[in-house]
């Protein structure tokens, strides 16, 4: 079938890109990780991505990620899960449960809910604070005007282990100021972490720093 979606193959490809990404950046291509985006996408899809040697994975739904991934977890223990959609807060404490890295932390009332949570859970994943840098009404993250005090807010205040930052650029225009502008905010406060770039823009996001790149459809087709 020529339509068919070659998923060992796409990710070559995509490797094979983010590596002369960070060397055209003066990176060095093992800064840069791969979050390959599975959402929506059966387990089947993803134990293809682990037999190519894929490791580690994105799903914006909690309830999803649940369905997925304690089953591949058990089989595959190098696996590593983020949580990278919007989160209710009374998903927190399954988020907590399910995952390695949380992306999508950006209220008071979510922070506290998930730090509860990782006390009961007794786990901690990381975290990473989601910045709406074109301060989009429709969309998840923290305002610009408020990123700073809401970064300090969760780790001093709710203790959280705060490890990065994490954008979604709006859908027109050039992305590449937004990409800055957050590489610029996690540096102010001293966070390795920063989460951005997708199937259409992650070249783009490794020029302007990006540590994490979450890719979905150039690896496993459309949704
Ligand atoms: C779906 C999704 C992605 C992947 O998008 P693609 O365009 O399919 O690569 C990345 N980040 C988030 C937060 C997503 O929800």
């Known amino acids: ?113 998930i730090a509860a949570a990782m006390a009961r859970e007794d786990r901690r994943p990381d975290c990473l604070v989601q910045v709406n840098t074109g301060d989009e009404t429709q969309k998840s993250g923290v305002s610009r005007d408020e990123a700073d005090a809401f970064i300090r807010a969760a780790r001093e205040e709710h203790g959280l282990p705060v490890a990065g930052l994490m954008c979604i650029p709006p859908a027109e225009g050039d992305p590449r100021p937004h990409f800055a502008y957050l590489r610029n905010l996690a540096d102010r406060h001293g966070l390795a972490v920063v989460s951005m770039g997708m199937s259409g823009d992650f070249e783009a996001a490794i020029a302007e720093g990006a540590t994490h790149v979450r890719v979905g459809t150039a690896i496993f087709g459309r949704r």
């Open 1 to 113: 079938m020529s339509d068919a979606i070659d998923i060992a193959a796409n990710l070559a490809t995509i490797r094979a890109r983010i590596a002369e990404a960070a060397i055209r950046a003066n990176r060095d291509p093992a800064a840069v990780t791969l979050v390959a985006v599975s959402k929506t996408h059966p387990a089947e899809s993803v134990l293809t991505a682990l037999a190519a040697g894929q490791t580690v994975f994105g799903e914006n739904r909690v309830q999803e990620a649940q369905a997925k991934f304690p089953d591949l977890r058990a089989s595959h223990p190098a696996l590593r899960l983020h949580i990278i959609g919007g989160l209710q807060t009374n998903k927190a404490r399954d988020a907590v449960a399910v995952a390695d890295v949380i992306e999508s932390v950006d209220r008071p009332k979510l922070a506290a809910a």
